[in-house]
């Protein structure tokens, strides 16, 4: 049995579906389909029912994933070990937050971890998903709640507040019982920007939803209608025009997550450093 394909399997059975157990490995699902076929060749076991549009683990499935589940989260506690052991300063650190915080807040600032510390190399990810720091996804992540998962200490390090935002002609020949409004998909009904925004809203058309918020601001900067955007978003950007509406701002706390396995490991703590400096 090769441990790479038990492995891929793993990811199948945690994930439920080939393409989220690829990203979680960053492979492709082609790969994850071929390494699950070598392990039921190896073992001579179905483990999977192969169906058009999704894979169903079988009984002997569910039995094995559930005994080997462990051996995972062995492997990862191991690497976590390796990484802990390095009293030097560099190597790969990777890095997950949400795009805008990692767009616009991060990303530019990064040359200057560069130029203290050339030998860290970072790998910066904007995901709107939580990565897991138990399997390794990341070293370090930005989130906007405190998490609960086991094994993570997690810092809060900043607060950002949200206000609509739209273009500067829209915001003054648009009277306003007429604005329209820009917000995320049904996905995202229940964060408190959301809400905040569909009830200032009330009746009003919502004329687009999407998940992205540089797509929301590119809509609102064509005079589509308003957004909710942070304002460390819509106030650097001199085509958006802020519509205050008064009462109490919605806002979002940021958390600094580390596992507690890496949190005195040098480089970890640099890098924590400098994403707290991002965040002043």
């Known amino acids: 049995m090769d441990w790479t394909d038990l492995q891929h399997f793993l990811a199948l059975a945690r994930e439920g579906t080939l393409s989220a157990a690829a990203r979680s490995l960053n492979v492709d699902h082609v790969t994850v389909a071929r390494r699950v076929a070598a392990l039921e060749a190896s073992l001579s076991l179905r483990l999977v029912d192969r169906r058009p549009r999704s894979y169903e683990l079988t009984e002997d499935g569910k039995r094995i994933a559930k005994i080997a589940a462990p051996m995972t989260d062995t492997a990862f506690a191991v690497e976590r070990a390796v990484q ?3 009293s030097g300063i560099g190597g790969d650190i990777t890095i997950s937050a949400p795009p805008s915080l990692a767009n616009v807040l991060i990303a530019p600032k990064l040359i200057r971890l560069r130029q203290q510390h050339p030998g860290i190399r970072i790998k910066l990810i904007g995901e709107k998903r939580t990565a897991s720091l138990n399997r390794r996804e990341a070293d370090l992540a930005l989130r906007l709640s405190r998490p609960s998962e ?11 507040e949200f206000a609509l935002y739209g273009s500067p002609d829209y915001l003054k020949t648009t009277p306003p019982h007429a604005f329209a409004f820009i917000a995320y998909d049904s996905s995202m009904d229940d964060v408190p920007q959301q809400r905040w925004m569909m009830r200032f ?5 919502i004329v687009l939803r999407s998940n992205d918020l540089e797509n929301q601001a590119a809509a609102a900067r064509t005079g589509m209608g308003l957004a909710a955007l942070p304002k460390f978003l819509g106030e650097a950007d001199p085509r958006l025009e802020r519509h205050d509406i008064g009462g109490r701002p919605v806002g979002r706390e940021v958390w600094l997550v580390v596992h507690r396995d890496l949190r005195r490991t040098p ?11 991002c965040l002043a």
């Open 267 to 277: 480089t970890v703590r640099i890098v924590a450093g400098f994403i707290e400096d």
């Open 84 to 86: 802990a052991s390095k």
């Open 150 to 160: 086991p094994g993570l200490i997690a810092r809060k390090i900043g607060y950002f």
């Open 201 to 205: 809203a009330a009746s009003r058309e």
